[in-house]
């Protein structure tokens, strides 16, 4: 009976047949089985009768809990087909709450944008006072992208926001323009160690006619600066230290910020028209600081020994002035063209950089040797050749009638070459 294909019905007959193929002899034994097996089952009920009548209770709450469970799915699912036909369904009133929802965030985008550019004057005007010309130029063309905008266009009261802007951006041009001839041109104090340096190697050489030959000074900072250049990448400025303290570093500033601002080749143009003009001021402020170190040499201008008939004396206090007149002059001319020469460089390696036309930006350089070679050749003449110079000197054994200048000199020919 223990095994699953028993038939109760079969062992039940087969119990009551008392024929030799029966097993009516072994029913005490059933009985004795079916006694035992009720005595367990009540032992065990008694025993566990606790659990059972808990158990039977707690089925019929999962059973409840189960039917619920069922009932609120039903529900769930009931909703989730409801709410899907009501997403379909386009309906006027969410189609107006979205829209406004939408211009109130562009509201606020335009506000956080207003917001933005109204800070950025401060910004740009902070970083031009400090000469950070770098960041001036950064904020000033976020502010100008910003302002640009589409939607910005239509807001009449960004109008002369956008003109101070605009304005100032020319502004700034003008600036860097003027921040880069005053150190090409040594017109910044900053600039005065670049020329005099030059002229302490000349009195430390005890020499009093010629000037140190080059080969023999210590390495120029020119060649110091331009060894450690790397215009590969942006520049970054360092808010840590003053940035015309190093003028050739402060061209490097310049030249990035008006490569930034797009304005680079504007800057050449300018620098290439002003060039005669700057070099002529070099050249007259020079005699102006000479005249007020030597009061007495005051008629020996330059522009006093075109137009005179005096001569200038060969004591030893005109040898002086004129020697120092010619010592800071050339020393000035050596430092400016140090400056032309970091600017060119710097320009080439930019431009470069940025795809743009890099000789097309650098040919000014021979214009300058050019104008040295003018100035110089004025020089010599103005104070060494002046009109009525014969009589003055002509008391001098020289050869024939004692006229130095009597053979007449070919003014276009070339006296100073660029060394190759």
């Known amino acids: ?242 940035p015309e303290s190093d003028s050739f570093h402060y061209i490097y500033v310049i030249v990035e910020a008006l490569s930034k601002l797009g304005r680079l080749e504007d800057a050449v143009d300018s620098l290439e028209r002003r060039l005669p003009l700057e070099m002529f001021h070099v050249g007259e402020k020079t005699v102006a600081e000479i005249q007020q170190k030597h009061p007495a040499a005051s008629s020996r201008t330059r522009k006093q020994a075109k137009d005179a008939t005096h001569k200038l004396s060969a004591d030893s206090t005109a040898a002086s002035i004129l020697g120092a007149l010619t010592e800071t002059l050339y020393s000035k001319y050596d430092a400016i063209a140090e400056s032309h020469r970091v600017f060119n460089d710097v320009v080439d390696g930019v431009a470069r950089r940025e795809g743009l036309n890099a000789q097309h930006l650098t040919r000014g350089f021979h214009e300058l040797w050019k104008l040295y070679q003018n100035e110089i050749r004025t020089l010599l003449h103005d104070y060494l050749s002046a009109k009525n110079d014969v009589a003055s000197r002509s008391n001098q054994n020289l050869s024939g009638d004692g006229n130095i200048f009597r053979y007449q000199r070919d003014r276009n020919k070339v006296r100073l070459r660029l060394p190759s």
């Not at 999962?62 to 379909?88: G, M, P, T, Y």
């Not at 005890?206 to 250049?229: C, I, N, Y």
């Open 1 to 242: 009976m223990t095994q699953d294909r028993c038939v109760p019905v079969q062992v039940a007959l087969q119990l009551l047949d008392d024929s030799s193929l029966g097993l009516a002899r072994k029913y005490n034994e059933f009985q004795d089985a079916q006694q035992q097996l009720q005595t367990a089952l009540r032992a065990i009920v008694n025993e566990h009768h606790a659990g059972f009548s808990s158990s039977i209770g707690t089925f019929h709450q999962i059973q409840a809990s189960i039917q619920s469970s069922h009932d609120r799915v039903r529900l769930l699912k009931e909703s989730l087909v409801d709410a899907k036909a009501n997403l379909s369904t386009v309906k006027p009133e969410l189609t107006n709450l979205a829209s406004a929802s939408r211009n109130y965030a562009d509201m606020l985008d335009v506000l956080t944008t207003i917001e933005q550019i109204q800070q950025m004057p401060a910004k740009v005007d902070a970083a031009i006072s400090e000469k950070r010309f770098v960041a001036a130029v950064d904020y000033l063309q976020d502010a100008l992208r910003l302002i640009r905008r589409s939607e910005m266009g239509e807001i009449g009261a960004l109008n002369s926001m956008k003109l101070y802007l605009n304005n100032q951006e020319h502004a700034l041009t003008d600036i860097l323009i003027e921040e880069l001839h005053n150190h090409l041109y040594l017109k910044s104090p900053y600039c005065e160690e670049q020329w005099m340096s030059f002229v302490r190697a000349h009195q430390n050489s005890g020499s009093t006619q010629d000037f140190v030959h080059l080969a023999d000074w210590e390495p120029r900072q020119m060649d110091t600066f331009l060894k450690a250049l790397d215009v590969s990448v942006p520049l970054l400025e360092d808010t840590s230290r003053n």
